[in-house]
C-alpha cells in the first residue's frame, strides 16, 4: 500500500429522459491507495457500471470530482482524458475486445506499440507465458476457449503496467472452474505488480477476495467500505 491513486468525492450522476431527471448516481465518495483492490456490487441497474465509467474517466460526472494518479479528471478535455487513461488505466471487459484480425501476441503487442515500447514483442510474450499461453501465441481469439480469451485480454490490461486495472464483471461469461482461475491470475498479478484493483461484479465470492467493497442500491451506497 502507499499514496492514493484514486479519489471520488461526492460523485453524482444524473441523465435527461423523457420522464425528467433520473439520478443514476447519488452522492458517492471513496480513496483508494497503491495497491489496494475494491469490488463494487449490487444488482443490476444499481449504477455499478456508471461508477466504474466515472472512475475510469470515460463519462464525466454530474456533480463531484474524480482524481486519478494525481490528475482531476473533471478538469481535463477527452483527449486528456484519454492520455492519462493511456498511462494510468487497464482494462478488462466481460466480452473480452479482442481484435479478430490479430493473433494473441498481436492482441497484447498493440498498446505497446502505441505506445512507441521497442520492446513490445519480447514483453507481450513474456506476459502471455506468465498467464500460461505460452503455447497459444499464434492463435487468434476464434481459436482460443472463453478463459483463454480472457487471459489473453488480461495480459493485454497489464501490459502497460497501469496504476490502476478497471473489470467489469472479469468472470461473467466463464464457467465456475475457469471464472476461479481467472480469478487467481487477477489477484496474483495484482499483488505483483502492485495494480489497484476496481472490480465490478455480481460474484459474491470474487468480491469478499477485496481488501474492500461497496454495495450499491438505486445509485445509493448502502454498504460502506470493507474492511
Not at 139 to 149: A, Y
Amino acid at each position: 500500500m502507499g499514496a492514493s491513486i484514486l479519489t471520488a468525492r461526492n460523485l453524482s450522476k444524473v441523465v435527461t429522459s423523457a420522464e425528467g431527471e433520473l439520478t443514476i448516481l447519488h452522492e458517492l465518495s471513496l480513496e483508494l491507495l497503491k495497491g489496494d483492490s475494491l469490488a463494487i456490487v449490487g444488482a443490476s441497474g444499481s449504477g455499478k457500471s456508471t461508477l466504474l465509467g466515472l472512475l475510469a474517466g470515460l463519462d464525466l460526472p454530474s456533480a463531484g470530482s474524480v482524481t486519478l494518479a494525481g490528475q482531476d479528471l473533471g478538469g481535463l478535455d477527452e483527449d486528456q482524458r484519454a492520455r492519462v487513461r493511456a498511462e494510468h488505466v487497464g482494462f478488462v471487459f466481460q466480452s473480452f475486445q479482442l481484435l479478430d484480425s490479430l493473433n494473441a501476441l498481436g492482441n497484447v503487442m498493440l498498446p505497446l506499440e502505441l505506445d512507441g515500447r521497442r520492446d513490445a514483442r519480447e514483453h507481450a510474450r513474456n506476459l502471455l507465458e506468465r498467464v500460461g499461453l505460452g503455447q497459444r501465441l499464434s492463435h487468434s481469439p476464434r481459436q482460443l476457449s472463453g478463459g483463454e480469451q480472457q487471459r489473453v485480454a488480461i495480459a493485454r490490461a497489464f501490459a502497460a503496467e497501469p496504476d490502476v486495472l478497471f473489470a467489469d464483471e472479469p468472470t461473467g461469461n466463464l464457467d465456475s472452474h475457469t471464472g476461479e482461475r481467472i480469478s487467481d491470475l487477477l489477484f496474483e498479478l495484482n499483488k505483483e505488480r502492485g495494480t489497484t484493483l476496481v472490480l465490478v461484479t455480481h460474484d459474491e465470492r470474487l468480491a469478499h477476495r477485496c481488501h474492500r467493497q461497496i454495495r450499491l442500491d438505486a445509485g445509493r451506497l448502502v454498504a460502506p467500505l470493507e474492511p
